[in-house]
């Protein structure tokens, strides 16, 4: 693991504790200089400072040196399925459009996507434009399927599902069949957490609803206040923060914030995402530990953020 993730740690549970650098120092027996080298990854702690560390923070050396936690393997989903829920929206919506005014009006429709998935507007352009050469729905598929295989590995399931969906639109199959094969492509747990009837199942949420539900939340304990320096940073810094952790980690650090920090984050998400992360919020079952392991991995991103180094997490 990189030096990044080895002093953003130790700023973090620094941090956690409330102490100074000098005050780290004495503990140590070593120089505030040494402290401020490891944070700043100027340098590294020999393996009698790395037990040292550990023992006194109460933590593994694996955490230490930013080795992935139990905590980030349990993320109940990820960003690319995430993704895949919005552009499956995004179908739902063509087929509607498609079923109203016709399959031309897809056209209009997609060319004002903003999303985040580069195949959609380009598969749904081929589509038509294969259609009107003649080209049967089926063999579109097939080829749209072709394109697919030569996307990035994360990306190439959205791509068939994409392939798969606009051949039922096509052949206009039922917006119920359309939500269930684009549910099999995202996952069981997707499924059930929109409520069985299909991944894309509409949700009848005002974003400024969600928002003012959690202005006045309180933070869980004085432990749990970690975040709190937060509410002064800009939104550019929120986005990168957002863009870099997992959703497991996020949700259990807002778990224990105050409504400040919360509302900070959540009003820096997209629509969708923020429903679903204001449910994960209202379902989360952790406890203070956990909170307090998540509020430390944000405050290290946010550190090597301020520091100027890469943002990505190992």
């Known amino acids: 693991m990189g030096e990044i993730a080895m002093g953003g740690k130790i700023y973090s549970l620094r941090m956690a504790k409330g102490m100074t650098q000098e005050q780290l120092a ?80 897809m056209e209009g429709e997609i060319r004002q996507y903003s999303g985040e998935c580069s195949f959609l507007p380009f598969a749904v352009e081929y589509f038509l434009n294969a259609m009107m050469a003649n080209i049967m729905p089926s063999q579109i598929v097939g080829l749209l399927n072709n394109y697919a295989t030569t996307l990035m590995q994360e990306e190439q399931a959205e791509g068939r599902m994409i392939a798969e969906l606009l051949g039922m639109i096509v052949s206009g199959e039922k917006k119920e ?47 749990t206040a970690l975040l709190e320096q937060l509410t002064e940073i800009g939104n550019f810094e929120i986005q990168v923060l957002l863009r870099n952790l997992d959703n497991a980690t996020l949700t259990a650090a807002l778990c ?21 992360l204001c449910e994960d919020i209202e379902n989360f079952k952790g406890g203070e530990k956990e909170i307090i392991a998540a509020q430390e991995r944000v405050l290290e991103l946010f550190h090597r953020i301020e520091c100027g180094g890469s943002a990505e997490i190992e």
């Not at 402290?35 to 590294?44: A, F, M, R």
């Not at 224990?256 to 919360?262: D, E, K, N």
């Open 256 to 276: 224990g914030a105050s409504g400040g920090v919360v509302t900070k984050f959540l009003a820096n998400l997209a629509d969708r995402i923020l429903v679903f």
């Open 177 to 223: 069949w359309i939500e269930e094969v684009a549910a099999s492509y995202i996952g069981m747990g997707y499924r059930e957490k929109i409520g069985g009837s299909g991944v894309v199942h509409h949700r009848d949420v005002k974003r400024e609803e969600l928002l003012l539900k959690y202005r006045e939340k309180a933070v869980v304990s004085e432990r």
């Open 26 to 105: 004495a503990v140590l027996c070593i120089s505030s200089a040494a402290v401020s080298k490891w944070e700043c990854n100027l340098g590294n702690p020999n393996i009698e400072m790395l037990v040292a560390l550990a023992d006194f923070f109460d933590c593994s050396i694996d955490e230490l040196v930013g080795r992935e936690t139990k905590l980030e393997r349990a993320a109940e989903y990820d960003k690319n399925r995430l993704r895949m829920v919005e552009t499956a929206q995004e179908l739902l919506a063509l087929s509607e459009i498609s079923r109203k005014e016709g399959l031309l009006a």
